[in-house]
C-alpha cells in the first residue's frame, strides 16, 4: 500500500521461504503468495516452490487458503496447471463451505490464469448459484467477468446475477 518495494528484502525472504517450505502449514502457503502477488513480485522459484509445496498440503487447505492461493497465482498470471488442478479437486470437496468472497478469487484466480478447470468452475457456479442473494455488486460483476473471461457459459449463473442486479437497483 505504501509502494515500497524492497527488491533485496523481498528476494532474501524468498530464498529463506524456499529453504523451509517444508515447515509451512498451508495458511502460511497462501499468504505468502499473497504475499508476493499484493507487491507484484512474481519470483518464479518462489512461487514454483509453494506450488508443488501447497499441492502435497492440499487436503489440508481451507477455502480461504484456496481462494488465496488461486487468487495470487491469478493475480501475477502465474499459469500451473497441476497446482489448479489439485485446489480445484480441493474446491469441489469442500464448495460448500466457501463464502462468496472466496467464490470470487476462485473463479478470478482461475480466469486470469487461462487455464481448464470446468469441473471446479461448475462447482463454483452452482455454489454462487445458492448464494446469489448473499453477493454485493462487486462480486456479481467479477463472478460475471470470471466466467465470460474462461469463457464458460452458466446461463443460470448469468441469469441469476441478473436478477439479483435487477433487485438491488430497485
Known amino acids: 500500500k505504501l ?3 524492497n527488491h533485496e528484502l523481498f ?3 524468498s530464498f ?3 529453504k523451509k517450505i ?3 502449514e498451508p495458511q502460511n502457503l497462501a499468504i505468502t503468495a499473497w504475499a508476493y502477488a499484493s507487491a507484484n513480485l512474481p519470483k518464479q522459484r518462489l512461487f514454483e516452490a509453494l506450488a508443488e509445496e501447497s499441492q502435497k498440503k ?3 487447505f481451507d477455502p480461504q487458503c484456496c481462494a488465496n ?3 495470487a497465482f491469478g493475480k501475477l498470471t ?3 496447471e497441476k497446482l489448479v488442478e489439485a485446489v480445484g479437486a480441493q474446491v469441489v470437496k469442500s464448495v460448500d463451505r466457501f463464502k462468496t468472497l472466496e467464490l470470487c478469487n476462485v473463479a478470478w484466480g482461475i480466469a486470469k490464469m487461462m487455464l481448464p478447470a470446468s469441473e471446479t468452475m461448475e462447482a463454483v457456479a452452482q455454489a454462487f448459484i445458492a448464494k446469489v442473494q448473499e453477493m454485493n455488486p462487486q462480486d456479481l460483476s467479477r463472478t460475471s467477468w470470471s466466467f465470460a473471461t474462461a ?7 448469468m441469469d441469476e446475477i441478473s436478477w439479483e442486479v435487477m433487485a438491488k437497483i430497485d
Open 3 to 5: 509502494g515500497i518495494n
Open 11 to 13: 528476494d532474501a525472504i
Open 16 to 18: 529463506e521461504v524456499i
Open 22 to 24: 517444508s515447515e509451512f
Open 58 to 60: 492440499i487436503s489440508r
Open 69 to 71: 492461493l488461486l487468487h
Open 78 to 80: 502465474l499459469a500451473n
Open 151 to 157: 469463457r464458460i457459459k452458466q446461463e443460470k449463473l
